[in-house]
T-cell receptor, first 109, second 116 residues
Framework: RKEVEQDPGPFNVPEGATVAFNCTYSNSASQSFFWYRQDCRKEPKLLMS???SGNEDGRFTAQLNRASQYISLLIRDSKLSDSATYLC??????????FGSGTRLLVRP | DTGVSQDPRHKITKRGQNVTFRCDPI?????LYWYRQTLGQGPEFLTY????????KSRLLSDRFSAERPKGSFSTLEIQRTEQGDSAMYLC??????????????FGSGTRLTVV
């Protein structure tokens, strides 16, 4: 079983839609979690950290569910510019990041 | 300092040749990481340094791969006797200490390796 698992998608949604991604992790001792955005043939860029109490940044909301060992990312009012691959990552005991395979989002007009 | 810098951006090499990539991290970052990313996959951890010490190496890092960070600043990743399966994007990232507190990592633009 992979340490971090994501649905690869693609999620194909119209502009203005709300879309949610989940990511499961296997290491119950993991302390920190992150969502990264990666555009085609570009490097990943930090979108937001995921705190135990949840985290909201504009249209983006991240949640952590330790009991079920998953993190989620909710995007409200999707924009065309949100089209990208979204990578979730956990920091292991040495605080190196372990990434999922990514979820591809396509926002159509 | 404008971020993490990687060189070259692209490298095409013949199978069996050696290649070396360079990464210059953000100056105040003491941790430096190497990842490999193939199409449709997330970045896979290869190795990381804290200052000049290489603290961990992935099983993915075969004996053909070696990484150095001689003075705790820039790092090099060398692949000897390249194989077609080495074709991938090689990403370098850096962080201050463990990158906690929501900082995560900052990635460079990557070196895209094609082995023909």
């Amino acid at each position: 079983r992979k340490e971090v698992e994501q649905d690869p998608g693609p999620f194909n949604v119209p502009e203005g839609a709300t879309v949610a991604f989940n990511c499961t992790y296997s290491n119950s001792a993991s302390q920190s979690f992150f969502w990264y955005r990666q555009d085609c043939r570009k490097e990943p860029k930090l979108l937001m950290s995921v705190y135990s109490s949840g985290n909201e940044d504009g249209r983006f909301t991240a949640q952590l569910n330790r009991a079920s060992q998953y993190i989620s990312l909710l995007i409200r009012d999707s924009k065309l510019s949100d089209s990208a691959t979204y990578l979730c990552a956990e920091a292991d005991s040495s605080y190196k990041l372990i990434f999922g395979s990514g979820t591809r989002l396509l926002v159509r007009p | 300092d404008t971020g993490v810098s990687q060189d070259p951006r692209h490298k095409i090499t013949k199978r069996g040749q050696n290649v070396t990539f360079r990464c210059d991290p953000i100056s105040e970052h003491n941790r430096l990481y190497w990842y490999r990313q193939t199409l449709g996959q997330g970045p896979e951890f290869l190795t990381y340094f804290q200052n000049e010490a290489q603290l961990e190496k992935s099983r993915l890092l075969s004996d053909r791969f070696s990484a150095e960070r001689p003075k705790g600043s820039f790092s090099t990743l060398e692949i000897q006797r390249t194989e077609q399966g080495d074709s991938a994007m090689y990403l370098c990232a850096s962080s201050k200490d463990r990158g906690r507190g929501g900082e995560g990592y900052t990635f460079g633009s990557g070196t895209r390796l094609t082995v023909v």
